[in-house]
């Protein structure tokens, strides 16, 4: 389990100018080091070691062998990424992965550094550079020091260096706890999410958290980048740097509030998402159309899904994923699949007559599906979703519940 800080320390105009220098030469050295790897096909760390450290070494001079190593590592788990997504690309379209930019870091790029190259004693951060071991006095948040102390098991174990768009160097300490034994709720019940673009996620039973204060903030930052990039002054530029990240940081909020409420439900012992991994590769095969790939890059579900991950892992409940295909377009009472059935925000069946939210179909798709996988003994497959009585037959359409802004008593 892991967790990481941001500060912010103060350096001299010469340490700056050693963290730009040691910049340079790591992005050369994990430039070096990638080419190596795609060239001769491998991704061992012990091969590129014995073939490439002495070549870093004469091009780099100056770059500390434990920073040598840091690169080293992360252009290994870069190389291995890129073969992943080249492979899926491949099988459909051979072009179009030859073509696959290889992966490279600029000059202006973020250090990884390990705990041989940076140390934390107390208040005095240490952390090697090019020219020397810069030493500084950093101030740890006091929410940070209280949740997350060493005495509760918590080690640092490395951190990211590097300087912002406003010039300020910042250092991201990572730390690091062995995962704690918590107990599954396996009393609660299964609840199916559906996460979207108009209702960020929507539960099986009928919750949905809407999208529209995030849609609106999105409408506002983009139109406004629009407007200043058309000037193109000075004033328009520093107005551009100054709301940079506002946007962000709102949907960023956004998802936290959603996924501690969701996290903090006593009576789930499970939450059931949509396998969206392969949404990126869609994008890039460019089987959508430019509105729809739009939507997909503005689009936050990854960070929602992360979130809501390590929240629950802390309260005993366990987020599972299944197959997203043909959720939103099957029914989720005669499970009949037909596309014409969904209008806009509603689900009419043609075939048995049901009718509602089509989020809330979709989300009751998805925690049947996980049902049907497990087969858990004296648990129905499909339980009676809203608009269907004990009678059997569809009745009016429910009412569903919708949350448009933030969840109440949540900072």
Not at 214 to 235: A, C, D, I, M
Not at 257 to 266: E, G, P, R, V
Not at 343 to 372: F, P
Request: charged share 30%; aromatic share 8%; proline share 3%.
């Amino acid at each position: 389990m892991r967790r990481s800080v941001t500060v912010f320390p103060k350096l001299t105009d010469n340490e700056v100018s050693a963290i730009e220098e040691t910049r340079k030469q790591y992005a050369r050295a994990f430039n070096m080091s990638s080419e190596c790897l795609i060239n001769n096909r491998s991704t061992s760390k012990r091969f590129l070691h014995n073939v490439q450290y002495e070549r870093i070494k004469e091009e780099c001079p100056s770059l500390p062998t434990g920073l040598i190593q840091c690169a080293r590592d992360v252009a290994v788990e870069a190389v291995k990424n890129w073969n992943v997504k080249r492979t899926k690309l491949k099988q459909k379209h051979p072009k179009k992965a030859e073509r696959m930019k290889r992966p490279s870091m600029k000059e202006r790029c973020t250090m990884r550094y390990d705990v041989r190259t940076v140390t934390l004693r107390g208040s005095q951060l240490t952390f090697s550079t090019c020219d020397k071991r810069i030493k500084t006095i950093i101030t740890i948040p006091e929410f940070f020091r209280e949740r997350y102390s060493p005495s509760e098991g918590w080690k640092l174990k490395g951190a990211n260096i590097g300087i912002n768009g406003k010039g300020r160097v910042f250092v991201n300490l990572i730390y690091e706890c062995p995962d704690p034994v918590i107990e599954e709720n396996n009393d609660g019940k299964i609840v199916g999410l559906d996460r979207g673009v108009y209702n960020i996620v929507t539960t099986s039973d009928g919750v949905h958290y809407g999208a529209k204060d995030v849609r609106r903030v999105k409408r506002k930052y983009n139109h406004v980048r629009s407007e200043l990039q058309k000037k193109g002054t000075r004033s328009a530029k520093r107005r551009l740097k100054a709301i940079s990240g506002r946007e962000k940081r709102f949907v960023q909020d956004q998802n936290h509030c959603i996924s501690k409420k969701l996290a903090n439900s006593d009576d789930v012992s499970a939450y059931v998402l949509e396998d969206l991994s392969s949404m990126n590769m869609l994008r890039l095969k460019g089987k959508s159309s430019k509105t729809m790939r739009k939507w997909i890059s503005n689009w936050s579900y990854s960070d929602l899904e992360t979130k809501l991950s390590y929240k629950c892992q802390m309260n005993g409940i366990r987020v599972e994923f299944v197959d997203g295909r043909y959720t939103s377009q099957k029914c989720s009472v005669c499970k009949m699949i037909d596309k014409a059935s969904r209008k806009g925000n509603r689900y009419i069946c043609r075939h048995c007559g049901s009718r509602m939210h089509a989020d809330t179909n979709a989300a009751i798709n998805i925690r049947d599906s996980y049902i049907t996988q497990v087969q858990k003994p004296g648990q129905a497959a499909v339980n009676q979703p809203y608009g269907w009585g004990a009678t059997g037959k569809p009745e009016t359409e429910s009412v569903d519940k919708t949350l448009m802004s933030k969840p109440s008593g949540l900072s």
